[in-house]
Structure formats: C-alpha cells, structure tokens
C-alpha cells in the first residue's frame, strides 16, 4: 500500500512561484514513477509531470515544460513540484499518485492510484 499527502498550494500573482509536495509512504512506493496531474471543475484530470523514483527521469506536459520542475527527495520520500512564471490557466487542484496501472499511457489518468487529496493552486491575474 501506498499512502501520498499533498501540501503547500495557495494562492500567487500571475508570474509568480509556487512549490506544492507530496510525500509518500508505504513499503512499495519506491518502485513506482509518481505524478503530478491537475483538475479544474468541470474538467477531465490534466496530466503535468512524472518521475521515476528510482532514477530520476522526468517528463513533463507540454504546457508546463520549461516552467514546472518536478523533483524527489529520496531521504524525505518527498517529491516536489516547483512552479515558476505561474499562469491564470494554472489554477487548479493538484494532485499526486503512482503509476501503477501501466496498460495505460503514462499520462492517462487511469494509469494511476493511491490519489492523494489534492491541494489548491489558484493563480491570480
């Protein structure tokens, strides 16, 4: 079992950064890719960055690449998510889970379990 916590959203002018983390706990967690996605009322959960945990490789979604940087920190089973030059349009609820379902594509939601409770990002213009 997996357990994954979200902290450190708020709210931050447009331009701005935020750091959101999430740290993870459970015997097994290390041996998955995590990820970050985000989710606006209304709207399906958006894909934002993956990591490995065992090596460190990332991906990141285009509409984020070059301001978003996804990171771990091995010794705190923590894993961040650093965001600069915030926009309005990433305002949303993010929220981290592991990549366990891997029949599905990496950045499908569906790939994904053990969600954490989300914490809110809101960016204002």
């Known amino acids: 079992q997996v357990q994954l916590v979200e902290s450190g959203g708020g709210l931050v002018q447009a331009g701005g950064s935020l750091r959101v983390s999430c740290a993870a706990s459970?015997?097994?967690?290390?041996?998955?890719?995590l990820g970050w996605f985000r989710q606006t009322p209304g709207k399906e959960r958006e894909f934002v960055a993956t990591?490995?945990?065992?090596?460190?490789?990332?991906i990141y979604a285009d509409s984020v690449k070059g301001r978003f940087t996804i990171s771990r920190d091995t010794a705190k089973s923590t894993m961040y998510l650093q965001m600069n030059s915030l926009k309005p349009e990433d305002t949303a609820a993010y929220y981290c889970?592991?990549?366990?379902?891997?029949?599905?594509?990496?950045?499908?939601?569906?790939?994904?379990?053990?969600w954490g409770q989300g914490t809110q990002v809101t960016v204002s213009s």
């Open positions: 990591i490995s945990w065992s090596t460190g490789s990332t």
């Open positions: 889970a592991a990549y366990i379902h891997v029949t599905w594509s990496l950045f499908n939601p569906k790939g994904y379990d053990y």
């Open positions: 459970g015997r097994t967690f290390s041996n998955y890719r």
